[in-house]
């Protein structure tokens, strides 16, 4: 019996980079399918926030909240000078900001009469 043996300098000569493997990873994984509006906008958020991987809290915001408050925050994440790619700190900031405000507007105000 003649087995030859592979040798270890031949065995791992052919690496891949790591941007390749990601990059055929995600073609794998294909498209992101919304079946409602609202999930296609929560998943556009994302991806303008540089926020991938916060999908599904996007998502959920875009249900739940009125969309010119998600608008004008996206607005302010993405205009704002920082150093960092990801602006979902920013945004979720500022959308609490905006909730603020607006409850503080809706309030009425108590002593005075409007008679």
Do not use: C
């Amino acid at each position: 019996m003649n087995i030859k043996r592979q040798t270890n300098s031949t065995k791992f000569k052919d690496f891949e980079k790591l941007s390749e493997i990601i990059r055929v990873r995600s073609e794998k994984m294909g498209p992101v399918y919304a079946r409602h509006e609202f999930q296609g906008y929560g998943i556009w958020l994302s991806e303008q926030l540089h926020d991938k991987r916060h999908k599904s809290l996007y998502i959920k915001l875009a249900k739940e909240k009125p969309r010119g408050l998600l608008e004008e925050a996206k607005i302010f994440a993405k205009d704002y000078k920082t150093g960092s790619v990801n602006r979902g700190k920013l945004f979720m900031w500022k959308l609490g900001e905006l909730e603020k405000e607006g409850k503080t507007r809706q309030t009425p105000k108590k002593g005075k009469s409007d008679g």
